[in-house]
T-cell receptor, first 116, second 109 residues
Framework: GAGVSQSPSNKVTEKGKDVELRCDPISGHTALYWYRQSLGQGLEFLIYFQGNSAPDKSGLPSDRFSAERTGGSVSTLTIQRTQQEDSAVYLC??????????????FGPGTRLTVT | GQNIDQPTEMTATEGAIVQINCTYQ??????LFWYQQHAGEAPTFLSYNVLDGLEEKGRFSSFLSRSKGYSYLLLKELQMKDSASYLCALSGNTGKLIFGQGTTLQVKP
């Protein structure tokens, strides 16, 4: 079956512009996570959705970052007024059930964001 | 915090066995995951430990000791395709994963 998909795969933007990154999770997965992987760094948690609500936004680095999820499916991560330090690979993952479950997270291929 | 430490790089020979260690300083987590990530690709699930002990899946095994704050991933009969980064991650109450920096393994012929 189809896995997690993300678009665009690559995005180059000028400093100060806004960008939107999209994630399509696996059908039926209620939990969705966004992570960021900067060059030479480990994956860093950004935000968790259970259904359409976001009970954990603790990883968002600043108020320039926001995310939403609609219909319990597609999620969009928006970065306003991008800065060079926002350059990273943004990964989305979904799983059958969130919370304290043991279900593995399935990752999408990521969006490579470069801010010039 | 949940400081998670892994060696940055390791090298091993095709056909050999390699052990990748992961240490952490927290008691508050649900379980420990290991993921594999090839360069430029998404992480893929390898194993999950919630109880102390060894979990075996084919050529890969993972061990957890909560009292010692320690886990390892054991790869047997190494193949060239095992060259990748191996990520140790703790799962919290929301299911979010807190990752270590990852260990880049190079398998040589």
């Amino acid at each position: 079956g189809a896995g997690v998909s993300q678009s665009p795969s690559n995005k180059v933007t000028e400093k100060g512009k806004d960008v939107e990154l999209r994630c399509d999770p696996i059908s039926g997965h209620t939990a969705l996570y966004w992570y960021r992987q900067s060059l030479g760094q480990g994956l860093e948690f950004l935000i968790y959705f259970q259904g359409n609500s976001a009970p954990d936004k603790s990883g968002l680095p600043s108020d320039r970052f926001s995310a939403e999820r609609t219909g319990g499916s597609v999620s969009t991560l928006t970065i306003q007024r991008t800065q060079q330090e926002d350059s990273a690979v943004y990964l989305c993952a979904s799983t059958l059930r969130g919370g304290g479950s043991s279900y593995e997270q399935y990752f999408g291929p990521g969006t490579r964001l470069t801010v010039t | 915090g949940q400081n998670i430490d892994q060696p940055t790089e390791m090298t091993a020979t095709e056909g050999a066995i390699v052990q990748i260690n992961c240490t952490y300083q927290t008691s508050g987590f649900n379980g420990l995951f290991w993921y594999q990530q090839h360069a430029g690709e998404a992480p893929t699930f390898l194993s999950y430990n919630v109880l102390d002990g060894l979990e075996e899946k084919g050529r890969f095994s993972s061990f957890l000791s909560r009292s010692k704050g320690y886990s390892y991933l054991l790869l047997k009969e190494l193949q060239m395709k095992d060259s990748a980064s191996y990520l140790c991650a703790l799962s919290g109450n929301t299911g979010k994963l807190i990752f270590g920096q990852g260990t880049t393994l190079q398998v040589k012929p």
